[in-house]
């Protein structure tokens, strides 16, 4: 157990939805990322979160947006959603550190679009 | 355009054997290497590698990185089955993540 907990574990929805996934990271982690995984593309990086404020953004399609609350919980939402949007979603927190960063990841959110 | 490719992308051997998994990178504002272990859920921590030629050990599995040739190898000794796993390579500042090697440990 990474100590990342991500809600849901499972959601399945139709083409045109807005979902909201959500995250709590490590006690004392200030980074937040977001990661999609589906077969054809591989992991991809979405977009980091650092105390509150983005840090760096990846392949976020302009239908996904984020955001970190006070209390560093994070959530990742997703509109209009299409069949393509079908993956496993990551949340992972860090701890910064000296020439990069030792992420640990979330169980993940797998988002069925039908 | 910033790209990290992982070689091979499948290998499958028998418990005991050694395998060397190979991360190839061309990425702009390099920061850091890191290795993860991803089973049947969510990428496990191996390895972070900053600096050239300074080998990272844990357990049966070692990683070292060249910053002038761009790449990294990941080492994994006398393999058990439970070491069966797509291992990924992934380069921050941008966390690019490489396709990642299938390793498949046959008893």
């Known amino acids: 157990d990474s100590g990342v907990t991500q809600t849901p574990k499972h959601l399945i929805t139709a083409t045109g939805q807005r979902v909201t996934l959500r995250c709590s990271p490590r006690?004392?982690?200030?980074?937040v990322y977001w990661y999609q995984q589906s077969l054809d593309q591989g992991l991809q990086f979405l977009i980091q979160y650092y105390n509150g404020e983005e840090r760096a953004k990846g392949n976020i399609l302009e239908r996904f947006s984020a955001q970190q609350f006070p209390d560093l919980h994070s959530e990742l939402n997703l509109s209009s959603l299409e069949l393509g949007d079908s993956a496993l979603y990551f949340c992972a927190s860090s701890v910064p550190g000296r020439g990069g960063n030792e992420q640990f990841f979330g169980p993940g959110t797998r988002l069925t679009v039908l | 355009e910033d790209k990290v490719v992982q070689s091979p992308l499948s290998l499958v051997v028998h418990e005991g054997d050694t395998v060397t998994l190979n991360c190839s990178y061309e990425v702009t504002n390099f920061r850091s290497l890191l290795w993860y272990k991803q089973e049947k859920k969510a990428p496990t921590f191996l390895f972070m590698l900053?600096?050239?030629?300074i080998e990272k050990k844990s357990g049966r599995l070692s990683s070292i990185l060249d910053k002038k040739e761009l790449f990294s190898i990941l080492n994994i000794t006398a393999t058990q089955t439970g070491d069966s796993a797509v291992y990924l390579c992934?380069?921050?500042?941008?966390?690019?993540f490489g396709a990642g090697t299938r390793l498949t440990v046959k008893p």
């Open positions: 992934a380069v921050d500042r941008d966390m690019r």
């Open positions: 006690s004392g982690d200030l980074s």
């Open positions: 900053t600096s050239s030629g």
